[in-house]
């Protein structure tokens, strides 16, 4: 219990040792009793609680109060329900609701329905339990209780929930929200006359809203409205960060988490997991670090690390055994079990299901059972047995199906499907299977499931089905809301896989293009064809046997241009492709349309210009022009980084890049990587500091088959960089040992795997990276000196963003435009007061940190504008903070103001000619009071102009 509770509680005891009158004694003894378990974390608490309130029922026994029994008998039935003594709790139930009868109190009556709802939805009995909630309701609305009144709301809705019927569940949460969020109102306003208004101070208020917030993000999740339950899942960590519930905090990190990894947002789901397991290390609850543990070892798993997964899956584990909770337990089980099928020990992942199995039966958690299932349906299919594997999968998706058109139910339908059609089951069962999973993740607007879904379905088709089953995935793919550079790698890959293109290029919007495949600059350029693929003349459909010039054009107007390329000849059936060509040109015109209505774009002649690119799907940039769109900054000391960028990734040097976490060195790597003549080889990211020591040597080396029973043969991520690119983050934290044998690869280019005696040459570049003082490392003992020499031939120092704040109005700008693509939601800018607070923050996350604020306050903004209310607490109320090494006080007073002044009379000027001077619509937009608004037109003598003003031009 928080210092708070543990307070009350002392005063309560005080109370009662002084208290003289038997009645008013019990009645303090149940106020105790309710108040410890309404609060408590565990079951001693709760035998406290349960002894207060027994005391209590002997005094009201003693004095014949059946008043006082009753209360007594409905608060001992919810503590014998809290510690699942469900018969005991029922007997409660019923005795309190026997006294209610007798003495008409409304009162009871509605705790003792309370309580036989809670019972029944344990029981599994949903009708009777919402035939209970529902009379709750009608007693606690007579009663005018609104905070119980909200609380039953929730329970009914969860019941319905659980039931299925999850629109009548939302409509229940968000009645519940309703009335706490009325609460609050009245609460601030200080006229709150509700029953228990002791109990309505902001602690609990802020508590019971996040819980309404957080229960509709999950109902939106399932609902496939993933926006929206991200929305309310940053709401409820708002109210979380207000009472400073460090538990609640790291249970939101891992729902929002959790959606950005279905959306195969990887690298942001894991920083949020990061985060979660910091919050729950502070707050010293294990179960939250165990859940936020799985959940990081499922997002390497996803990644393809199956190292740092394992390593994350025993800790879930570990913790879960530790506090003996079997539902983590069961779930990470089977997490295993999928791992350990992947890394081929397949009799460990076997034994891994049949305890998850056995496991989630004991306490009916019915997910984890039908997932496990899946595994299970999987480890049979890599038997070879498909009788059995039929039988795994068909259980799994009996369990699953009662609880309505999930994400789990979604990937079972899909790894069934596509076991039957892979060892030869029956066609049309498997394409049955196949596209309720497509239907299923379509409705969730998952769209890395979907894509791989509708891969499969196109292998499926026959060929004269192809061209149907092109265009059914292509639609499919168009439906979700993508931003431009998502629709065109997307759209490209997907081409790729169905036609077998050997380069292809997206244009659109006077954009630069996005290519796949192996092109160079000269190739591109060469030719008439290429006026027309670079929109400089107008463009019309043109089908040869090596190329495909296809316009993207929606009622007259230009909006792009497709091209495909194949080195020889297509291998396209000879038949007429112009309707198939068209169709495909249609589908991307209109979802391009839809992309440039929500971007507010106008329509202008594409004019682009293509240069040297990587075979990845990149945009074409060269090399000044993409360091400049790749990395923002226009401060001193971010240009003097674009120029040894642009000096140094032509060359063959080794790079040291320097900087704070969250500086963006691994993007630095990256750009210089792009922009090297390596740019078409891999470019190998190994994190030194995440991978335990005794498993990053095999990790970078490799390791030969048979170098301990059961060991295969695995390659090495040098190995895999072989003429690319090698980026080691946090090279401070390697081992001397293992420093020793980088510093050979580094002088001959040479190293044997683990366990191996072949010598293997590779011809890599190094670019390394650390947020260590490496010449403090090497005065200390703990890094060598020769291999900093070789690694340090250019060194790159990137500054923190404290020192570089002149760029925070243009990273802030870009990253609302960003969000604002990827989230669909209408936000133009930044007020001058929340810009004021960007500035003053000292940014200890640097780049990242302040990314992650601009993405939070997009989802949580209720203008267009983003406010200080929209900003994260640690924001509010600093001042600016200076340190050795940052920019001058006088300087950075200066900047504050030139910036504040220029975005103040930028902002008003673009809300006036938005809303064409009517300033009440004005003032609403802004989020500041008129009085606030005109004095700020007076202040930079903002007149209305004679000429009319462009709106689309000022917020374009």
Known sequence: MNDQATKRIANLKEQIKKEK??????????????????????????KDAKSYCLSALKIAKEKKNSALIGEATSILGIIYWREGSYACAQECANK???????????????????????????????????????????????????????????????????KGDLERALECHEKSLAIKEKMRERLLRATCGLPQAAELDPTTISRSISISLNNLGLLYEDLGDLEKAIECFYRSLVEKEKINDKVGISACYNNIGEIYLKRGRLEKAIQLFEQAVKTAEDAGSKSRKAEACGNLGNAYFLTGDYIRSMNFYIEDMNLAQEIDDKFELSEVYWRMAELLLETKDEDEAFNFLQKSIALSSEFGAKKNQGCAYRILGKYYLKQGDLPNAKQAFERGIELLEGMGKCYELGKIYFDY????????????????????????????????????????????????????????????????????????????????????????AFWAFNNKPYILGNITEEELLEADSAKVRLGRIKAKLTITPTEVILPLRLAGHDLGVLYLRWQKSSPLPDSDLSGLFESISNIISL??????????????????????????????????????????GESPKMLAVFETISRVAPTKACVLILGESGTGKELVAKTIHNLSQRAQKPFITINCAAIPENLLESELFGIEKGTATGVRERIG??????????????????????????????????????????????????IAAT???????????????????????????LPPLRERKEDIPKLTEHFIQKFSQETQRPIKGITPEAMTMLLNYSWPGNVRELQNTIERAVILAKNEYITPADLPPALDGITPQTSGDSVPTTTWKTTITKTRTALEKDFILKLLAHYN?????????SGISRSQFYRLMSKYQIQRSKAPLDPQKDFS
Request: aromatic letters at 6%.
């Open 21 to 46: 009158s038997p009645i008013k004694k019990a009645e303090l003894l149940l106020d105790l009793a309710d108040y410890i378990q309404n609060h408590s974390s565990n079951l001693s608490e709760l």
């Open 917 to 925: 001077w009517n300033v009440t619509r004005a003032v609403k937009a």
């Open 717 to 766: 991520k040098l190995e895999q960089a072989h003429e690319g690119t090698v980026f080691l983050d946090e090279i401070g934290d390697m081992s001397l040992s293992l420093q020793a044998k980088l510093l050979r690869v580094l002088q001959e280019k040479r190293f044997e795997r683990v366990g191996g005696r072949k010598t293997i040459e590779v011809d890599i570049r190094i």
């Open 96 to 162: 309190t609701m026997k006294i209610a009868e007798l003495i008409k109190d409304k009162e009871l009556a509605a705790r003792a329905n309370g309580l036989l709802g809670l019972i029944s939805e344990q029981k599994g009995e949903v009708d009777s339990a919402i035939n209970y909630y529902e009379q709750c309701l009608v007693l606690y609305s007579e009663l005018g209780n609104a905070p119980l009144l909200a609380a039953h709301y929730n329970n009914l809705g969860n019941v319905f929930w659980d």
């Open 591 to 632: 979802a391009l349309e839809h992309i440039r209505v929500r971007s507010g774009l106008t329509l202008s002649p594409i004019r682009v210009e293509a240069t040297a690119m990587p075979p990845q799907l990149l945009e074409v940039d060269s090399a000044k022009s993409g360091l400049r769109e790749t990395i923002i």
């Open 417 to 504: 499907g596509l076991g039957l059609a892979r060892l030869g089951g029956i066609r049309d069962t498997a394409l049955r299977f196949l596209r309720e999973a497509g239907n299923i993740f379509r409705r969730l607007e998952i769209i890395n499931e979907s894509e791989a879904v509708e891969k499969v379905l196109y292998q499926l088709e026959e060929n004269k089905d192809r061209s149907v089953a092109l265009i059914k995935s292509l639609s499919s793919l168009t439906a979700y809301g993508l931003t431009l550079p998502e629709l065109a790698t997307k759209t490209l890959a997907l081409l790729q896989e169905a036609l077998l293109f050997d380069a292809g």
């Open 771 to 797: 947020n260590k003082d490496l010449e403090q490392a090497i005065h200390s003992g703990s890094f060598r000196e020769d291999l900093f020499y070789r690694l340090n031939v250019i060194n790159i120092h």
